[in-house]
């Protein structure tokens, strides 16, 4: 039965904004109304508090490694414990509590692959990094290190579940970011600054 309920569990973790939480709790707007209404930590950046965006960022990265963890310490079958990446993933996704309306799931997924693997974790986060730091563009960094995932488990887990899983996260990260996509392509994309 704990390998059923798992997912669920996992689904719920996701669910929970830590956009909206941080947002309520520093007095900023709800990030579902404003910018680009996106409960995410890029659109919390928007109000200009660098610490909630933070905060947000920590709280997304965490309902991961939290979702993940717990699967492994109840169960040793690692097509749930990947079940359980997925479904908090897609809770952030598309959160119960939120009507459905979520964030990218960036920060998330990294939460994800921390715990499968720090390094192929860390590896995200520099592509990410390179991407930003060369083009600017936020959108196109988490883009690109989405895709990057799956190569990476590839070479490092060796393990189909895994992949799966990555390969899966990627296209709704993809998915998700389609509007992000058509404004790079038009050139009408925001990008960050990256000095003042």
């Not at 964030?103 to 520099?126: E, N």
């Not at 196109?140 to 190569?151: E, G």
């Amino acid at each position: 039965m704990i390998n059923y309920l798992l997912p669920i569990a996992a689904y719920l973790i996701g669910s929970v904004s830590s956009a909206v939480i941080v947002s309520r709790i520093m007095g900023l707007p709800d990030p579902r109304t404003t910018g680009s209404k996106n409960p995410g930590a890029t659109n919390v950046l928007r109000t200009g508090n660098k610490l909630a965006a933070a905060l947000t960022l920590v709280g997304d990265v965490l309902k991961g490694v939290v979702a993940v963890l717990l699967a492994r310490a109840l169960t040793d079958q690692t097509w749930v414990i990947t079940l359980c990446g997925l479904f908090v993933f897609l809770g952030h996704l598309y959160p119960v509590f939120l009507s459905f309306r979520g964030g990218k799931g960036v920060a998330t997924g990294l939460g994800v692959y921390l715990v499968f693997s720090p390094l192929m974790g860390l590896l995200g986060v520099l592509t990410w990094l390179v991407v930003v730091l060369i083009s600017r563009y936020v959108s196109l960094a988490s883009l690109l290190a989405a895709i990057a995932m799956p190569v990476f488990a590839w070479f490092m887990l060796h393990s189909m579940p895994i992949l799966v899983m990555t390969l899966i996260m990627a296209a709704f990260v993809i998915w998700r970011h389609r509007e992000n996509i058509k404004r790079v392509l038009a050139g009408d994309e925001s990008r960050i600054k990256l000095s003042k």
